[in-house]
Structures are given as C-alpha cells and as structure tokens.
DNA sequence: TTGTACGCGTTATCAA
DNA sequence: TTGATAACGCGTACAA
C-alpha cells in the first residue's frame, strides 16, 4: 500500500533504523490509515526464538495450596507450549539440600529468560532476586509481593482488604452481644510473613466502624507448631467464653481446627472464616462447620504471572506492575457453581 | 516422518476418506508417537474462510445490564478479529420495526455461520430458533435458556440456587425474630421468565431448612410497571411491619427501590439483595443501602459464548452443553477487588 | 537504504 | 489415491 517491501515495513514497525524519512512517512500513513495492529499470533509462528521460564515455589509435598499451584503451572505449561515457550518448576525447601537459594543457582545455569516466583520466606528469597536483579533477568512474584527489589509484576490479593472482608464476614447475628473474635496465624514465622500482619490490621479496622464495636474483642494469637499437633490449643481456644468467630489467615491449618470445631457445641454460633477452596475445607464448609472461604486462586495466580511474562517477554506487550486478583467469598450454596465453572 | 505428504497426512487427520488403508496406518501410528497436537494458530492462518457470527440480544438504550452485555460483545469480536471471525451485534425491540423476529430473518439474509442469543421474550423466540434450527444453523444462548430446542450451548447461571444464595446472605442477625422477606420481579412480565420463578423456588427454599422458620414469611411481587413510577408501591412495601429483607430478582430498577429504601430510617435493618454491578447499584452498595449483590457477569456471558461458537466452529472442538457461572458475592468490603481486577 | 527469499504449521487447490 | 505448491502474517538473514 505504501509502496516500498516488506522489508522496509518491518524496518519502520520496530524502528530498526536505515530507513529515509520519506519511506518511513510514507508506511506511517498507511499504518494509521488502517489502524494496522500486529498479529500476535502470526508473529509467534515465525519465530524461531524458544523462551525458557523457571517456576519457583515451595514443595507443596504436605500443603494443598501450593499442590493447587502447581496444577495452575502445568495448566500455562500447555497453554503456551504452542509458542515455544517451556515452563520448568523448581521446588525448594525451607532449608538443606533443596533450599532456595540452591535450587535457585541450579536453574540459572541453562540460563532462562525469566522467573515466576512464590516467595514463603522473605528472608530467603531476598538474595536470589537481587541476583537476579544484576544480571538482568525478570521475574514475576505471585502469593507475596516484595515491591523494593522491583518485580516485573506482582500477582495477588490486596491483604488488607482480605482482612476487612473476613470480618464483615463475621459480623453476624451472633455478634450482636458481648464477643470475642479470635485471628489466628497457623504454621508461618510471622516474623517472615508480614503480609499476615496486613489480613489482621485490616480485620481489626472493620471493626473501627461499627455500631457496638465496645462489645467486641479481637484477640489475635499465633500457632507456629506442627498442624497435626494444634489439637489441644484450640480446644483451650474454645473454651474461651463468648467466642463468637475464628479468622485463620492461611489456607494452612483450617482443616484441622474445622475438625475439632465440628465436635464442639457451640459450633453453630461460632464463625469460622478461613482461605481457598482445598478438599479439606471444603468437607467443612459443606457441614456448615466453616462459614466462608475467602478464595485466593492458588490455580489463576501462577497462570496469570505466567502468561504476563510471555505476553511481555514475547510480544513485548505492557503488562500491569501489579494486578490484584478479586476476593471471592465462597459459601456453602455458592460452592457448587465455583466448582462446576469452566471460567474457573 | 510418515514417508506421505502434508496432503495426505491433512486428509488422514480430518478424516476427507481417498486415503490408502496404507498410508493411514503409517500417519496415524506417527501421531500417536509424537502425541501429536494441532497448532490452532497456523490452523487459523492457513484458512481461507471467514467466521461471521450474528449476537441477536434486546436494545440495551436504558438498561445497564444489556450495555454490560454489549461491551462484551465488543471485547470479543476484538479478541477474535485476527482468526477471521467477524461479530455483528444485531438489536431487537420487544415489538414493532425492530422486534425480534424482523431482525433475526434480516440477519439471516447474509448467511452468517453461528449466532449467539439472548433471549428474553420466550415466546418471540421459540420461532426463531426453530428456524435457525431447521436451516442448521448454530446457535448459544445465554441469560435465558430453551433447553427443549438444544442450542450448541448453554451460558448462565444455576437460578434455583442463585435464590438459595440470596437468601442465605439474608439470613442474618435482623431475621432473628419475626421477619418478613420480600421477593420483587421487577419489569419483566413473568410469564414469559420462566428463570425468575426459579430463583424464587431457591429463596423459598433455603428457609425450609432452617430452625426458626416458623418465624420466617415469604412474599412474592410482581412489580411490572414503568421503572420510574415504582417508587410510590416501594414505599407501601417498607411500611410493612417487621419487614427484614428485599430480594429483587433482576438487576432492573434495584437502583430505584435502593434510592427510597436509603431515605427509610429502618434501612440499616432491612438486608437488600439484588444483581450485577450497574454503576447505580454500586452507588447504593457503596452506601450500605445495598447489602450483596450476586454477580451475573453479563460482560462476560456473551463473551465466553462467542468463544465456545468459534471453538466449535472453527476449531472444531468439544464445548460443554451447560457452562454455568460461578454465582459472585459481591460485598461493599470485596467491590474494590472485583472493580480492579484484570481477570475480570 | 532497500528489496528478496525463506520458514513457521496448516488448509486448499490442482495436477498426476 | 497421492503429492506438489501457494497462501496466511510475520520475523529474519542476506543480497543488492
């Protein structure tokens, strides 16, 4: 249309120079003419180019959110495998053999293009992305945001607002009178895990606003022990007078605190709010013993980190420095058509 | 790999017969060693023919809900125009010039491939849908379903739970004692939705399996009257004693009861319940004067109907008959989240 | 500074 | 019944 090759076309597009200004007037017309945009598609079929990204998280040997994560994985890894692009998962433990920083170096050596991380242990994690950092590579954090070292973007949820919601959540009939209202913090270092700090502060502000908040008390206490063995602390927890709700901030350790609660009496005038739709709880949130999960798309975060590095990485497209996904409440009766849903 | 040529392997994978029992064997024992995949992208460059999809849904001028479902439209005739699929968006009045049968037959005139359907006038519709079925045309509805005349696909909601969802987020501390529910159709005729029944079955439902039912009474109405001159029955309904909580069962005129409920000193104990995030119900949400607001995602139905069509149609791939949303609680604490967030 | 030629995986057409 | 070949929109290597 404008008259010149491809060639030159291509030159113009992707401003590579050695081009006359009157050539390149000449394809800027046009290009506005018919609001050319580039096929994406197309373009991928052509290239040889092979893109390399190296998934990071924790093992998720006894932990269902992070099992749930890493199905969202294989889920990208065939969504993208048509582009040329493989996704590799590296587990870490929290120390020995497999620690982060080990597996970390190891996966450098085939030198990938970018990285999707889910950092745990802040402290770990840390040093590895400041190497990262330095010699240029990108990565994408999910799960838990550490803004200063710069993430290409930050996949999650706003923390805070999980917390607010938790409580609105709580805020039922039976808060109506003297109450106590427990958050618990089960099996993270708090000290690592400052993001649990922001799911309290923002439970507590709910409560700020509202009409008897002099009746209510929030007590917040952490359970850093094996899951199995918490047992005999929530039957103390219980025996508490005028409990009214539990908040537990992870996903972790919901089950079992369900299950003591479902033996409990008072079970039917205590809340329980809790994270994510793993098969445990979602037994309990079936007997009513759990009230609401808040949904945390373990599955969605890595799929979406992954393919914002590929739109960006491949198709050199502007992706969000952060896209926070939306708090799902999920109840007994709405929990069918979260579970049937294709979009999910 | 097979020792045959692309056109023969081509005619062994799309099954065009004129093959060799030999060379049939040879291919499809190379695609099961490789596990081979068809790569959809050079599929839909390599095609000569376009795609023209018809979407056939009610003038959208004064109500959000279908404004929403246009913009989806929108979003998906972007999403697809680089395959080759056109979308034209064809609007029908309830009667006169542009009812719905006129303009369906004028859409016919240019052959088109598929339609994507929503249909509100059952009755209008089941003539249409007979003739496109006749002709073999296929075509998904959304919002509404026929089941009787199989569509391709379906696209909705579970109805009869979504009012069982309505009314377990009713169910709060001001039903503790004598209470009295509303249930409003608004501004549809309900004989011909047939779906707002069922939502009402599910809401009624819900209370049957509750302890203090006894205390609980149902009411139903019909408000089927101009939008704008409701407010005078609105304001008999709220004098109503011991009246705790309104269902509207449409996302129609939830903004108008809201305004007269925002000015009733009873409002802080009287739970409204309603559909969708129309800019004006989000007003109201925003306020407290709305309490929940389940999620019908009308941007995102006909969107993930036209891509069922062109997956079907030109990619030749299973679709499911149902695909049924999750049901979305929409809080004043969890809006922010949902407004913000890119996977919406 | 510009143009040509090729390849990516697939479909479609035509000749053998 | 089979195979050769052009085309789709793009990136890239290389020749002019």
Same mark, same amino acid.
């Given at each position: 249309?404008?008259?010149?090759?491809?060639?030159?076309?291509?030159?113009?597009?992707?401003?590579?120079?050695?081009?006359?200004?009157?050539?390149? &007037?000449?394809?800027?017309?046009?290009?506005k003419?018919?609001?050319?945009?580039?096929?994406?598609?197309?373009?991928s079929?052509?290239?040889?180019? $092979?893109?390399?990204?190296?998934?990071?998280?924790?093992?998720?040997?006894?932990?269902?959110y992070?099992?749930?994560?890493?199905?969202?994985?294989? $889920?990208?890894?065939?969504?993208?495998s048509?582009?040329?692009?493989?996704?590799?998962?590296?587990l870490?433990?929290?120390?020995?053999?497999? &620690?982060m920083?080990?597996?970390?170096?190891?996966?450098?050596?085939?030198?990938?293009?970018?990285?999707i991380?889910?950092?745990?242990?802040?402290?770990?994690a840390?040093?590895?992305?400041?190497?990262?950092?330095?010699?240029?590579?990108?990565?994408?954090?999910?799960?838990?945001?550490?803004?200063?070292?710069n993430?290409?973007?930050?996949?999650?949820?706003?923390?805070?607002?999980?917390?607010?919601?938790?409580?609105?959540?709580m805020?039922?009939k039976?808060t109506?009178?003297e109450?106590?209202?427990?958050?618990?913090h089960v099996?993270?270092?708090?000290?690592e895990?400052?993001?649990?700090?922001?799911k309290?502060?923002?439970?507590?502000?709910y409560?700020?606003? !509202?009409k008897?908040?002099?009746?209510i008390?929030?007590?917040?206490?952490?359970?850093?022990?094996?899951t199995?063995s918490?047992?005999?602390?929530i039957?103390?927890?219980?025996?508490?007078?005028?409990?009214?709700?539990?908040?537990?901030?992870?996903?972790?350790a919901?089950?079992?605190?369900?299950?003591?609660?479902a033996?409990?009496?008072?079970?039917?005038e !205590?809340?329980l709010?809790?994270?994510?739709?793993?098969?445990?709880?979602?037994?309990?949130?079936?007997?009513?013993?759990?009230?609401?999960?808040?949904?945390?798309?373990?599955?969605r975060?890595p799929?979406?980190?992954?393919?914002?590095?590929?739109?960006?990485?491949l198709f050199?497209?502007?992706i969000p420095? !952060?896209?926070?996904?939306?708090?799902?409440?999920?109840?007994?009766?709405?929990?069918d058509?979260y579970?049937?849903?294709?979009?999910?």
């Open positions: 249309m404008a008259g010149v090759s491809v060639g030159t076309v291509d030159r113009v597009l992707h401003q590579r120079g050695r081009v006359s200004e009157d050539a390149n &007037a000449k394809v800027q017309e046009v290009l003419k018919i609001d050319y945009k580039p096929n994406l598609i197309a373009r079929l052509g290239r040889a180019s $092979q893109l390399r990204i190296i998934a990071l998280i924790p093992n998720p040997e006894f932990d269902g992070w099992r749930e994560v890493q199905v969202g994985i294989q $889920q990208a890894r065939e969504e993208w048509h582009y040329g692009v493989t996704v590799s998962t590296c870490y433990d929290q120390e020995g053999e497999e &620690a920083e080990k597996v970390a170096l190891e996966a450098l050596k085939n030198n990938p293009d970018g990285f991380i889910g950092p745990i242990f802040q402290s770990l840390i040093p590895i992305l400041e190497k990262l950092g330095d010699r240029n590579i990108p990565f994408v954090l999910f799960n838990a945001n550490i803004p200063e070292l993430p290409l973007c930050f996949i999650g949820q706003d923390l805070f607002q999980s917390g607010v919601l938790a409580a609105r959540l805020d039922s039976f109506d009178e109450s106590i209202l427990a958050i618990l099996g993270e270092d708090i000290g895990s400052v993001y649990l700090m922001d309290e502060r923002g439970f507590r502000e409560f700020k606003g !509202i008897n908040n002099s009746k008390t929030v007590k917040s206490l952490n359970f850093n022990v094996p199995h918490i047992g005999g602390q039957e103390i927890l219980l025996s508490t007078p005028n409990l009214r709700g539990i908040y537990v901030t992870t996903s972790k919901l089950g079992p605190i369900a299950s003591v609660l033996k409990d009496p008072r079970k039917s !205590i809340t709010v809790g994270y994510d739709m793993l098969d445990e709880n979602l037994r309990y949130l079936k007997k009513d013993v759990i009230t609401f999960l808040i949904n945390q798309n373990p599955k975060q799929m979406v980190g992954i393919s914002h590095l590929v739109n960006n990485l050199k497209k502007q420095r !952060i896209d926070l996904f939306p708090l799902e409440i999920i109840a007994r009766q709405n929990l058509s579970l049937a849903s294709s979009i999910h």
